[in-house]
């Protein structure tokens, strides 16, 4: 499975970004799907996860409220939705795959990882 993401760009602070990550394939055993981030210098955190059938979501308590994940298994595509974006919000995004069908927080319980995309919120 090869996952490309795309959607980053420069916005400012208050403003919306909408990423997304296509599968190559079929995602195989109805995994789930996560989002991380990493930001120079500190280590990647969780963002939000969405089970296969998309009827389970989680967000880290520094995104819910703002970010909204969704998926389209038809196109084999997941979504992140990023509203009123803080500097703080700066990082590069990674999409992965999960092992199951279910999306936890650990980047252990995932086993394929996209490239990244760029998110840059200025001031």
């Known amino acids: 499975v090869q996952l490309q993401a795309s959607g980053g760009g420069l916005v400012q602070a208050g403003g919306s970004l909408r990423l997304s990550c296509a599968a190559s394939r079929r995602t195989g055993s109805n995994n789930g799907m996560g989002w991380f981030r990493q930001a120079p210098g500190k280590e990647r955190e969780f963002v939000s996860s969405?089970?296969?059938?998309?009827?389970?979501?989680s967000y880290a308590d520094n995104v819910r409220g703002r970010f909204t994940i969704s998926r389209d298994n038809a196109k084999n595509t997941v979504y992140l939705q990023m509203n009123t974006l803080k500097l703080e919000d700066t990082a590069v995004y990674y999409c992965?795959?999960?092992?199951?069908?279910?999306?936890?927080?650990?980047?252990?319980?995932?086993?394929?990882w996209g490239q990244g995309t760029q998110v840059t919120v200025s001031s």
């Open positions: 992965a795959v999960s092992r199951s069908s279910h999306a936890g927080r650990g980047p252990e319980t995932y086993q394929y």
């Open positions: 969405i089970s296969w059938r998309g009827d389970m979501t």
